[in-house]
Nanobody, 127 residues
Framework: QVQLVESGGGLVQAGGSLRLSCAAPGRTFSSFAMGWFRQTPGKEREFVAAISRGGGGPYYSDSVKGRFTISRENAKNTVHLQMNNLKPEDTGVYYC????????????????????WGKGTLVTVSS
């Protein structure tokens, strides 16, 4: 069992920045592709960004490309999401996910479930 714990959410004005982190205690972190997803009330969970096991090939949704950056520190069992130039439509609960077999693009396709999910952290962007 892998427990994912997100942190870094909060309230920020439009145009501001936040950095989310997801910690995954354990020695198998580097075996997982990691991704970020978000959900707002009344909407389905949507893909935001993903990164492959070795840190290459980051993949982004069109809505965040150029504003968000995903990175990982395998030595610290942590993945980050740097969010710049935030917009009110970025508001939502952000979830970290891990998958042993999917590529970063595969996580973006959201076909099938992910192996593990965190409980989420709330990001609110005010206009």
């Amino acid at each position: 069992q892998v427990q994912l714990v997100e942190s870094g959410g909060g309230l920020v004005q439009a145009g501001g920045s936040l950095r989310l982190s997801c910690a995954a205690p354990g020695r198998t972190f580097s075996s997982f592709a990691m991704g970020w997803f978000r959900q707002t009330p009344g909407k389905e969970r949507e893909f935001v960004a993903a990164i492959s096991r070795g840190g290459g090939g980051p993949y982004y949704s069109d809505s965040v490309k150029g504003r968000f950056t995903i990175s990982r520190e395998n030595a610290k069992n942590t993945v980050h999401l740097q969010m710049n130039n935030l917009k009110p439509e970025d508001t939502g609960v952000y979830y970290c996910a891990a998958d042993r077999f999917k590529t970063a693009q595969g996580m973006g396709a959201m076909s099938g479930g992910m192996d593990y999910w965190g409980k989420g952290t709330l990001v609110t962007v005010s206009s």
